[in-house]
């Protein structure tokens, strides 16, 4: 099994920025990939980001230039820095990790971006 602990989620004026932490625990496979999945209210889940284990990068369109995606291997623990936030971004995201051909959810943070 996988835990997650998320964190860094909130209220935030447009334009305004945040930074989610997910650090997992568990039966992990050093090869890896980890990202942040969101859920806007009446909406799918779509994706955002993803990062795997050797640090390659990528985002969805909607997010590319205002959002970056790192991890610390030896943490197990990716973040999420979101710059320049739009209403548009108000959703629940979700944690995700692919380890040997299993995907595992955390339990989502909010976050919302309102004046």
């Known amino acids: 099994q996988v835990q997650f602990v998320e964190s860094g989620g909130g209220l935030v004026q447009p334009g305004g920025s945040l930074k989610l932490s997910c650090a997992t625990s568990?039966?992990?496979?050093?090869?890896?990939?980890m990202g942040w999945y969101r859920q806007a209210p009446g909406k799918q889940r779509e994706w955002a980001a993803s990062i795997t284990s050797g640090g390659t990068a990528t985002y969805a369109d909607s997010v590319k230039g205002r959002f970056t995606i790192s991890r610390d291997n030896t943490k197990n623990t990716i973040y999420l820095q979101m710059n320049t936030l739009k209403p548009e971004d108000t959703a629940v995201y979700y944690c995700?990790?692919?380890?040997?051909?299993?995907?595992?959810w955390g339990q989502g943070t909010q976050v919302t971006a309102s004046s």
């Open positions: 995700f990790l692919e380890s040997r051909a299993v995907l595992y």
């Open positions: 568990g039966n992990i496979s050093r090869f890896n990939t």
